[in-house]
C-alpha cells in the first residue's frame, strides 16, 4: 500500500514545462499546495484586466480563453494558465470561461511563495521550466507568423 501517493491529477503538474527541472522532493512538495477545484459550465475562472493570484491546470472538462470579448482558443485536460501569476502579480491578459464543468488542479501565489522561501532551490529549477515554456511559446509565434504570410 502506498501512503500519501499523489493524485492522478498530480501526475500531469509534474509533467508542465515549468516544472520540468524540478527534482522528485521538489514535486511533492508542489504537489503538497494544489488543491483540486470543481467549477461549473458557464463560469468565468479568471477575468481579463484582473490581478493574477493563481495558477490552474485543467485536470478535466473544456475552457475559452477569451481576449478582448472574443474567444480565442478553446483548451482542454493538460492545458494551464496563469503560470506567470505564481511568480509576480500580473494582470491577466485573457479570461477563462469554463464551457463545460471542469475539474482543475489550482495552486495559489501565497502559499506558492511559502514553499519558494522553504525549499530555496525551487526558483532554479523553475527557471528551466520556464526557460523551455518561453521557447515553446517562441516557436508557436514564429509558426503563427509565418502562417499568416
Known amino acids: 500500500m502506498i501512503v500519501n501517493a499523489p493524485r492522478p491529477s498530480h501526475a500531469q503538474l509534474r509533467n508542465l514545462p515549468i516544472f520540468s527541472g524540478c527534482t522528485q522532493a521538489q514535486l511533492d512538495e508542489i504537489d503538497s499546495l494544489a488543491d483540486e477545484v470543481h467549477i461549473p459550465a458557464g463560469r468565468t475562472l479568471m477575468a481579463q484586466g484582473e490581478l493574477g493570484q493563481e495558477f490552474a491546470l ?6 475559452d480563453i477569451v481576449k478582448d470579448g472574443r474567444a480565442v482558443a478553446r483548451i482542454g485536460p493538460g492545458a494551464y494558465f496563469g503560470e506567470i501569476a505564481l511568480i509576480d502579480s500580473v494582470v491577466r491578459t485573457a479570461s477563462v470561461v469554463a464551457v463545460t464543468d471542469l475539474v482543475l488542479e489550482v495552486i495559489d501565489r501565497r502559499g506558492f511563495n511559502t514553499l519558494l522561501d522553504d525549499v530555496p532551490t525551487l526558483p532554479r529549477s523553475m527557471l528551466k521550466g520556464l526557460a523551455k515554456r518561453m521557447a515553446e511559446l517562441e516557436s508557436e509565434l ?3 507568423k509565418a502562417g499568416q504570410q
Open 142 to 144: 514564429h509558426d503563427l
Open 58 to 63: 485543467v485536470v478535466q472538462g473544456e475552457a
